[in-house]
């Protein structure tokens, strides 16, 4: 059922392996690694045509000053945070209370209730997309960060409850029984026992959130029209209307876009790595 490990391979096998993988990883990072230099490219190179080849200079300062200095990105940036942080507290808290329930009470319609949250995460976007836009205009929500924050909310919701209600699945149950016996309450049960036990998995799911919500694009744009609350998904292609041959400036703003996730997932790696190890192996 599961593939055997590289150490346990033929010596071809390895050897393959060893020269594959690295292969593998260029192919892999080469749009990035276009981009990247791209984006301290010279706008004279783009200009004569010069798109894949290397450098004449390096104008990497003068290329993401002008980013900050000639658009709003920073702003973009700051629009982005204010609907990802919410969104990551939101729907971790709601699903560490839902994957509790789902996980630990037995009642009737458990399993229903479950594939419910389940379900959700098999919509395709696409059809959710004119209900949606009306039901926010309807709340007037559109055009709001708490719009797109309360959507995310909902939508990440399911995708959380079904990495939770797996993880504390798994967890020793005799802690519970024992905290009943003794009198504890459910609160205080899930307060001082399960939920400490949960912090690997609470990081690798908010390192997960924090990158989908932050990388949204077809959201970003269908609720949200004005500046005043754009994300920088969308914030970057309104730059690429500003500048419209400017795609060393273009890059330079993908690049400081993609730093927040990038530097999360390296801050928050080594409990990333171990939350999803262990909520792997939960049943």
């Known amino acids: 059922m599961f593939p ?13 392996y060893k020269i594959l993988l690295p292969v593998a990883l260029v192919l892999w990072l080469l749009p990035l690694i276009g981009v990247a230099i791209t984006s301290v490219r010279p706008a004279g190179d783009l200009a004569a045509g010069n798109y894949f080849g290397i450098p004449s200079g390096f104008a990497g300062f003068e290329n993401y000053s002008a980013v900050f200095n000639n658009s709003p990105i ?10 990802t942080i919410p969104t990551v507290i939101g729907a971790v808290t709601l699903s560490c209370l839902t994957g509790f329930a789902l996980a630990v009470y037995k009642f009737k319609g458990n399993l229903i209730l479950f594939f419910m949250f389940v379900a959700g995460n098999f919509i395709p976007f696409q ?3 004119v209900p949606v ?25 399911g995708f959380c409850t079904l990495f939770m209600r797996n993880f504390i699945k798994g967890l ?23 939920l400490p036990l949960m912090r690997p ?23 949200v029209q004005g500046q005043h609350a754009m994300p920088v998904t969308a914030g970057l292609y309104s730059l690429n209307g500003q500048w419209v041959a400017a795609w060393h400036l273009v890059s330079a703003g993908s690049i400081v876009a993609a730093l927040p996730p990038v530097a999360m997932f390296f801050l928050m790696q080594r409990h990333f790595i171990a939350g999803l190890t262990l909520g792997a192996t939960k049943g």
């Open 172 to 194: 020793p149950f005799a802690l519970i029984e024992s905290a009943r016996v003794e009198g504890v309450s459910e609160w205080r049960i899930f307060r001082y026992i399960v």
């Open 201 to 223: 998995a609470i990081a690798a799911l908010s390192v997960l959130i924090f990158t989908f919500v932050w990388n949204d694009y077809f959201w970003a744009t269908v609720l």
């Open 133 to 157: 836009r009306d039901m926010t205009l309807r709340a007037g929500l559109y055009d709001t960060t708490m719009g797109l924050v309360l959507f995310h909310v909902a939508f990440q919701t």
């Open 127 to 129: 059809i959710l997309m």
């Open 74 to 83: 920073g702003y973009y940036i700051l629009n982005s945070f204010k609907v």
């Open 4 to 16: 055997t490990p590289i150490q346990k391979a033929s010596p071809f096998a390895q050897t393959a």
